[in-house]
Every structure is written in structure tokens, then in C-alpha cells.
């Protein structure tokens, strides 16, 4: 008996086990937000994919939920190994930018993942990263702090 090989049947094959192995290795990041002053607004949050594009500003995924006083939480999903880091801020008046006073002191409150914390500044990278190494669900916490 002949074996014939058919193109279309393999690349068909091929393209649903790299769909399939792509979704499989999709995971979770869950981000727990703790001190949300009020019900005002929302929260804004940006998930960047790696320190180049974190440092350029570049947004992997972003996402703004209705801010609810107290604790919150959200989730990017789809997310491939790597390394990610969150940076969020509760913008209370709906104008979709982070508030400053006229010394340059944000007056809304703000945070990164892994509750990381600048000095002067933002914080350093590695102390805000987030490494997913599987396609499992990862966790992380942001503490949204305001300078009055």
C-alpha cells in the first residue's frame, strides 16, 4: 500500500497543535489592589511585558475597572512566560491621567506590582517584576499609596 503525503491535511494539523500548545501555555496574572479610598472613578492599570518596554512605555495589555472603596482585584489573562511588571493609579476624576500637586507629588493614588516602592521616583524594575514561568495562575499586589 502507497502512503501519500497531503499538504493541506499537515499544515491544518500543524496550525491546531501550535493553537492548542499556544493556548495551553496562556496564563493568568491576578492582581490584588489594597487601599482604594473611595468609590470615585476608576483604576487604571498597564501591564508591561519585560524592562525595555516598560522603560519605553509600551503597554503589553491595560485595563480600567470602576474603582470600589477598600480592596480590588483584576486579572490580564493570555498571558506567555516572561517576565511582567504592573503599574496602576486610582484616577478619582475620570480625566484618564494621574493627578499631580504643583511640586509634581501625585495627588491620586498610584502603586506597582509586588506593593514595590520608589524613592524619588519609581521603583526598580526588578523590584516590581512578575516572573510566569507556566501556564498556571500568578499572583500579585499593588498598595495604592497617595502623597498629600
Known amino acids: 500500500m502507497k502512503s501519500t503525503f497531503n499538504k493541506a491535511t499537515f499544515w491544518a494539523q500543524a496550525a491546531a497543535l501550535t493553537t492548542f500548545s499556544l493556548a ?3 496564563a493568568e496574572l491576578v492582581v490584588s489592589v489594597d487601599s482604594i479610598k473611595n468609590d ?3 483604576l487604571m492599570a498597564q501591564l508591561f511585558a519585560g524592562e525595555e518596554n516598560y522603560n519605553q512605555g509600551k503597554a503589553h495589555a491595560s485595563l480600567m475597572v470602576a474603582a470600589k472603596q477598600g480592596v480590588g482585584q483584576l486579572t490580564f489573562t493570555d498571558l506567555a512566560p516572561g517576565e511582567y511588571v504592573v503599574r496602576m493609579f486610582h484616577d478619582e476624576n475620570n480625566n484618564q491621567q494621574m493627578d499631580a500637586n504643583a511640586f509634581g507629588m ?9 506593593q514595590a516602592v520608589g524613592n524619588m521616583g519609581p521603583p ?3 523590584d516590581m517584576v512578575v516572573e510566569i514561568t507556566t501556564a498556571e495562575e500568578q499572583a500579585t499586589t ?3 499609596m497617595v502623597y498629600l
Open 106 to 114: 501625585p495627588t491620586e493614588g498610584y502603586g506597582f506590582s509586588n
Open 124 to 126: 526598580q524594575y526588578r
Open 40 to 42: 470615585e472613578g476608576h
Open 142 to 144: 499593588v498598595a495604592l
Open 24 to 26: 495551553a501555555s496562556a
